[in-house]
């Protein structure tokens, strides 16, 4: 069985200001796949291979501002990459990952007890 992981990246704040999608109100929602069939989630590489995945994901789907941006363009493109993080993060539903990941959130338990209420 394949292992996949597809995270729904919801990006939103000023830098979508002048979108049409914005400006109707409405969510711009990209998806992007991060396969990890070739990963072992229980040892510190696989771990830290799917993080590194994961943060590539984001930042390809939340769309890095380009040329000259202002500072609350670069904030809502930073709070885009950590929901969508946030997101897959939990999605994956993978202990090690979830741990290891909110250590490097300065131990923002928000993931880790997302993670536990998550249905599986």
Do not use: K, W
Not at 82 to 92: M, S
Not at 94 to 114: C, I, S
Request: proline share 3%; net charge positive; charged share 25%.
């Amino acid at each position: 069985m394949s292992r996949i992981i597809t995270a729904a990246i919801a990006c939103l704040g000023a830098a979508f200001a002048a979108s049409a999608a914005h400006a109707e109100g409405r969510q711009d929602v990209r998806h992007v796949t991060v396969p990890y069939a070739d990963l072992d989630l229980s040892r510190d590489q696989g771990v830290e291979t799917m993080l590194r995945r994961i943060d590539v994901a984001a930042r390809r789907a939340c769309d890095a501002p380009q040329g000259r941006v202002t500072l609350q363009e670069r904030q809502a493109f930073r709070a885009c990459v950590d929901a969508a993080t946030d997101n897959a993060v939990v999605a994956l539903s993978a202990p090690l990952v979830t741990e290891r990941y909110a250590q490097r959130r300065n131990g923002d338990a928000r993931v880790a007890v997302a993670a536990l209420n998550a249905p599986n």
